[in-house]
C-alpha cells in the first residue's frame, strides 16, 4: 500500500450526523476537491468480495481493539448502500442520505476521494485513524478536540449496539463514492460508543 499523505489526499470525509449536527454534513463546509493521480501506486484492487473482506477486517479489528463484540454482513444493508452509493456517484451531491427517524434508521459512513485512487484498506483506515481524538463520552461529546464530526465514523465503527454492517462504493468520471451502512444505528446522542 502506497504511504498515505494525510491532509494532501483528496478526501472528503463524513460521518453519521444525528440532526442536532446534520447541518454541518452537507458537504459545503468539506475541504477542495484536488484531483490526485497518484502515478507512484499501482491501481487498487476492486471487487465486490474485496470490498467485503476489507471493510469486515478493518471493523472489526477496529472492534476488537476496543472489546466489543464483530459486526456481520448483511447483504440488505449493502443492497441499501449500494444504492446511496450510486445515487451519489450519479448526481454529485455528497450527503447522507435523508432516513427515517426510529428503529428502521441505518447508522452511516460515507468517503469520497478520486477515481481508483484509494484502495478499500485506505478508506477504512482513514475513519478508523480518527480513534486519535476519540475520548469514550457521551455523543457529541466524544472528540477531544471539541469537534464532533472528526470521530463520528470512529465511533459508528465502534458502537456497541451495532450488530451487522453493509458497505457498497459506486464511482462517477472523476469521483468514488463508498458508503456504509449499520444495523442497529450508533451515534446516539447522550450514549456512549461503549
Known amino acids: 500500500m502506497a504511504a498515505m499523505r494525510p491532509?494532501?489526499?483528496?478526501?472528503?470525509?463524513?460521518?453519521f450526523l444525528l440532526p442536532l449536527i446534520?447541518?454541518?454534513?452537507?458537504?459545503?463546509?468539506?475541504?477542495?476537491?484536488?484531483?490526485?493521480?497518484?502515478?507512484?501506486?499501482?491501481?487498487p484492487a476492486r471487487g465486490e468480495s474485496l470490498l467485503r473482506r476489507a471493510m469486515l477486517v478493518g471493523h472489526n479489528?477496529?472492534?476488537?481493539?476496543v472489546?466489543?463484540?464483530?459486526?456481520?454482513?448483511?447483504?440488505?444493508l449493502a443492497r441499501s448502500?449500494?444504492?446511496?452509493?450510486?445515487?451519489?456517484?450519479?448526481?454529485?451531491?455528497?450527503a447522507h442520505a435523508e432516513q427515517?427517524?426510529?428503529?428502521?434508521?441505518?447508522g452511516e459512513n460515507l468517503f469520497t476521494g478520486t477515481r481508483g485512487a484509494y484502495g478499500y484498506d485506505e478508506m477504512v483506515a482513514l475513519w478508523?485513524?480518527?480513534?486519535?481524538?476519540?475520548?469514550?463520552?457521551?455523543?457529541?461529546?466524544?472528540?477531544?478536540?471539541?469537534?464532533w464530526g472528526g470521530v463520528a465514523h470512529y465511533v459508528q465503527i465502534v458502537w456497541r449496539g451495532s450488530r451487522a454492517m453493509g458497505c457498497a462504493m459506486?464511482?462517477?468520471r472523476r469521483d468514488d463514492y463508498l458508503v456504509c451502512r449499520y444495523s442497529p444505528a450508533g451515534n446516539v446522542v447522550g450514549e456512549r460508543a461503549f
Open 22 to 43: 446534520a447541518a454541518a454534513c452537507s458537504g459545503d463546509g468539506g475541504p477542495p476537491r484536488v484531483v490526485e493521480a497518484r502515478p507512484d501506486a499501482p491501481a
Open 128 to 147: 478508523v485513524a480518527e480513534k486519535r481524538d476519540f475520548v469514550n463520552r457521551a455523543v457529541p461529546d466524544a472528540s477531544r478536540s471539541g469537534n
Open 67 to 76: 472489546g466489543v463484540a464483530p459486526l456481520v454482513w448483511d447483504d440488505a
Open 61 to 65: 479489528a477496529a472492534r476488537a481493539d
Open 170 to 172: 459506486a464511482s462517477s
Open 100 to 106: 427515517p427517524q426510529g428503529p428502521r434508521r441505518e
Open 7 to 15: 491532509k494532501r489526499h483528496a478526501v472528503r470525509l463524513f460521518a
Open 81 to 94: 448502500a449500494a444504492a446511496y452509493a450510486q445515487e451519489m456517484a450519479r448526481t454529485g451531491r455528497f
